[in-house]
């Protein structure tokens, strides 16, 4: 069993920056790709970043140039520097994660979520 756990949430005022981090725990033998997904009430969740285990990335339209996903493989913990934030970045951000777990079992996990509000 693995558990990512999501820290730094938060509210700011447009322009602001957050940092989002979320460390990954268990029987974990090895991570692939990391990412943050993005829900807004009454929408569905939206990948915003992804990182593969090589480190290469992927962004959302919306956020390139703003937000950066980067990862410490030494600490199973991915980051998300937020910056320039705007109120429609407001929302609840998962991270998400496919390990392969000690017992070479490829699972999908996700956290419980943090909240990012932005205000105008």
């Known amino acids: 069993q693995v558990q990512l756990v999501e820290s730094g949430g938060g509210l700011v005022q447009a322009g602001g920056s957050l940092r989002l981090s979320c460390a990954a725990s268990g029987s974990i033998f090895s991570i692939n790709d990391m990412s943050w997904y993005r829900q807004d009430p009454g929408k569905q969740r939206e990948l915003v970043a992804l990182?593969?285990?090589?480190?290469?990335?992927n962004y959302l339209d919306s956020v390139k140039g703003r937000f950066t996903i980067s990862r410490d493989n030494t600490k199973n913990t991915v980051y998300l520097q937020m910056n320039s934030l705007k109120p429609e970045d407001t929302g609840v951000y998962y991270c998400?994660?496919?390990?392969?777990?000690?017992?070479?079992?490829?699972?999908?996990?996700w956290g419980k979520g943090t909240l990012v509000t932005v205000s105008s």
């Open positions: 990182i593969s285990s090589g480190g290469n990335t």
């Open positions: 998400n994660a496919d390990v392969i777990e000690r017992a070479y079992l490829a699972m999908n996990y």
